[in-house]
């Protein structure tokens, strides 16, 4: 039994000694740059980028980049750069600032929002998370209002896919409008994103039906066939949540830092030397 747990433990041993040494990239004067080094240097620069994804090209100058760091860094040890008084001031600096950064993330991190709370809110504030109108149409355009008419005609008396088939058909033939190849589809757009002339014959229309009089905007004359329409409705929560979660953490440490600075304050000695006259808070 106790044969098997040494060779256990050995085995653990070597299984980690070999996943650290995977991560190690290269070795300068015996010090190990790692995976991680490459990683934190590319999210320094790229927030969104990974070093695992990168081209071989692009990790190859990350690497070459991290080696200069490292001996650079040598170098300077070497000079006494590291003992001098303003390298240790600078230094002091640095880990004040790291100091309050991590615990900042800690708070941030402690922040909870339960899918309740988020669900709350959605119910409460769904105007803030409504989807403008929509309408998906084609259109066929023409430079005069008798063309525009014409093509109104041909279109008479023709009623669901025979409609449809008949307008792509004329859009190909007829229109001059960039859609035109593509049967007139204008894809979907929201109320109000088309010229007002436009849009308000769009929005007088129910799906599978035509514009029965020309439409004339800046552009020309139009023969309009809607597609689709969509009222204006809530996003699904579901689409939202990590958004609204993401929210509240951020409302929630952005309170609690504010208590907890105002409490500092309460029972620290502040002496404002830069005011006209000095004034000190406890």
Known sequence: MIKLAKTSLLAVALCTTSMVASDVLVTVNGKNITKQDAEAFVNATAPNAHFEKLSKAQ???????????????????????????????????????????????????????SDSEAKEF??????????????????????????????????????????????????????????????????????????PEFSKAVWALKPGEITTAPVKTQFGYHVIYLEDKKEAQPTPYEKVKENIIASLKQKQFASKITEVAKELRKKAKIVDLSADTNTTKK
């Open 122 to 195: 959605y119910n409460k504030n769904k105007q803030k998370f409504m989807q403008k109108a929509s309408a998906h149409a084609r259109h066929i355009l023409v430079k005069t209002e008798e063309e525009a008419k014409k093509i109104i005609d041909a279109l008479k008396g023709l009623k669901g896919e025979a409609l449809k088939k008949k307008f792509i058909e004329l859009a190909k033939s007829k229109s001059t409008g960039p859609s035109g190849p593509k049967g007139g589809d204008l894809g979907t757009f929201t109320k109000g994103q088309m010229v």
């Open 59 to 113: 990790q190859q100058m990350i690497k070459e980049r991290l080696i200069e760091k490292t001996l650079f860094t040598e170098l300077a040890k070497q000079e006494g750069i590291d003992k001098k008084p303003e390298f240790k001031r600078n230094m002091e600096k640095i880990k004040e600032e790291l100091l309050v950064n991590m615990w900042m993330k800690e708070q941030m991190d402690n922040a909870v929002v």
